[in-house]
């Protein structure tokens, strides 16, 4: 009889061990979550899963900052929107006004009259981050640059952004820059949190998962112009920081905001949104948002938790 209740007890033991080694496991993984073995040395910075909503990682993810070009998200989410509601087509002409031409930062370099296909404007704004075509979608949408960007802050609110993001032009421009335009909408200074960064790249990609195909170009040929205009994104395949899975999003840069930079990766279905503000130079943002990435695809499901304990109960069998 002594024997069989020692012989109980000893079946227990590895239940015990992986019990004990499950809790110590939890213990450690929820230290990394809280505190990551990175540093991120940029302004403002999150890490968010597309699918949940999850923040992994945030780094003074609440603070209104400026965004730069990355505000040019919600433009492209609007043309998207009119797009797919039947307001406008893809083959419709959009005309560059003056204050479109001459404009500053990026662009296709459009003279004042010129016309192209609105699918020309978009994708010049989301692969090139080109402001004159930003503001020419937002003059062919809203009429005028001031009733679109009422337009930019009422979906901001419909799609649950925070109070502390507010948009005040189609680019993401300083005031500074769009004084000299009497048609602009120069009043104020666009600012955004990197949360809210996440959310809205987040709320564009389940909603308009085409959006991906635009984003994962490197290069955009306009026949009209002979011009071809390349990728603002580093992380693309080909690129100075080409990242395994990567296929968009969005840089921005202007002097108040520093380097920016919203990507989006995918691997074996899981798919994270990084967002870097006020990165220190253009190699920064995108190092930073790699960091987050890695440790995203590393602490998740089968690659993070899950792993150690799979191995360590072939190692208790």
């Not at 007890?9 to 809280?34: E, G, M």
């Not at 809205?200 to 991906?212: Q, S």
């Not at 990507?263 to 790699?290: L, P, W």
């Amino acid at each position: 009889m002594l024997m069989r209740v020692i012989k109980k007890k000893r079946k227990k033991k590895p239940v015990i061990l992986l019990t004990l080694l499950f809790a110590a496991v939890l213990a450690v993984s929820a230290t990394l979550i809280r505190f990551p073995m990175f540093k991120i040395d940029a302004s403002a910075a999150v890490l968010m899963d597309v699918k949940t909503g999850k923040v992994y990682y945030e780094h003074n993810a609440s603070a209104a900052l400026p965004p730069a070009s990355m505000s040019k998200m919600m433009t492209e989410l609007l043309v998207l929107k009119n797009v797919n509601e039947g307001h406008n087509s893809w083959d419709e002409p959009v005309t560059a006004s003056s204050y479109a031409a001459h404009v500053t930062g990026a662009k296709i370099g459009l003279r004042p009259g010129e016309t192209l296909p609105l699918r020309t404007m978009f994708e010049a704004m989301v692969i090139h981050s080109a402001n004159d075509a930003a503001i020419a979608l937002a003059e062919h949408i809203g009429g005028n640059e001031k009733a679109f960007v009422e337009q930019m802050n009422a979906m901001a609110d419909h799609i649950g952004l925070s109070t502390h993001s507010v948009f005040a032009n189609a680019t993401g421009l300083s005031s500074a820059d769009l004084q000299a335009f009497k048609s602009a909408s120069s009043d104020g200074e666009t600012e955004m949190t990197a949360k809210d960064l996440a959310k809205m790249a987040r709320y564009l990609i389940r909603t308009y998962p085409e959006i991906l195909k635009t984003t994962e170009k490197t290069d955009l040929y306009i026949p009209e112009k002979q011009l071809t205009l390349h990728t603002t994104n580093s992380m693309l395949p080909g690129e100075a920081f080409s990242y395994s899975g990567n296929d968009g999003f969005k840089t921005g840069y202007t002097q108040r905001a520093g380097y920016c930079f919203t990507g989006t990766t995918e691997r074996d279905g899981k798919r994270f949104i990084a967002v870097v503000m006020g990165a220190s130079n253009t190699g920064k943002r995108f190092e930073d948002a790699a960091k987050m990435f890695n440790y995203g695809f590393d602490n998740n499901g089968g690659t993070g938790m899950g792993r150690w304990l799979n191995r360590a109960a072939l190692i208790i069998r």
